[in-house]
């Protein structure tokens, strides 16, 4: 009784964060103070952030966390300062230095040359410093032994790659990409095609899709907020749960359609989009969920929000 009481403590919060992560904490511990903050009863986040970075890091609450795994799989934004000359182990500052050497001079034309080779579809080794898992045991708990194992190549794309400055011993690069990318795998990649090593040593995630011009929030924001008592105001910095799913086609349906839906009928629609998913909403507005296209053309749910008698 005790755990199910813990369980259902806090408020039931709905909604969408876009949450400004500072640089030097870990994702989860921005969810948990934010969580905090916000006194929410469930809350998770959509894919993290390494302590170095700083940036986007979108946090779903209450019903939110239904739609997580569209985020999880959206394209990116990165803001990426890369140091020459210099490998660490975990691929970023936060790590050690483990080789230097010298950064040859090189042009604008020999820069892009590199660049380019990193466009498009590309095959990337997954970092030891990462939460993959090996027999259970994130490699990054192996790394920190001193344990290195092999990494299967992963496949990911690179839609935008472009420097924005650069010194004798830096780059800044603007990388937009596919779900899965390590810019720190990418930049110790340009680093070697350089000739002399790479590691970041600044992050920022620019944006998440589809919310590429949508304001973020800071921490000390909400703690502002919450040390007021402001909950009504804390609320109003959270996107509506159907925030996510923007890019896909919305339909209405009437309220026997809309209940058919939520007892698992599929349903006929007279001139349904053409698109595999489908944001169903309830006459009046009401956000019903994610609705999946049949092959016979009729509608079936994906993933539905609760209703209040449920």
Known sequence: MAAARRRQSGRAVDGILLLDKPRGIS?????????RLFD??????TGSLDPLATGMLPLCFGEATKMSGYLLEADKEYLVRGRLGQRSDS???????????????????????VLARFRG????????????????????KLARRGIEVAREPRRVRIDLLECSARDAHSLSLRVRCSKGTYIRSLVQDIGEALGCGAHVSELRRSYVAPFREVPMV???????????GDAAALDARLLPVDAALRDW?????????????????PIHL??????????????????????????DGRIAAKRLMAVADD
């Open 27 to 35: 994702s989860n511990r921005a969810l948990q103070t934010a969580r």
């Open 40 to 45: 929410a009863r469930k809350a998770g986040h």
């Open 91 to 113: 691929g970023d500052a936060d790590g050690e230095i483990i080789e230097e050497r010298p950064v040859a001079a090189f042009g604008d034309a020999e820069l892009e040359a």
């Open 121 to 140: 579809a590309i095959e990337q080794v997954p970092p030891m410093h990462s939460a993959l898992k090996r027999d259970g045991q994130p490699l990054y």
């Open 218 to 228: 800071a921490l000390e924001e909400l703690r502002e907020l919450a040390g007021a």
């Open 249 to 265: 086609p919305a339909v209405n349906l009437s309220a026997s359609l809309a209940q058919s839906i939520r007892q698992g009928q």
């Open 270 to 295: 007279g001139e349904a989009p053409d698109a595999p998913y489908l944001r169903l909403y309830r006459e009046g507005g009401e956000f019903v969920g994610l609705g999946r296209t049949l092959d």
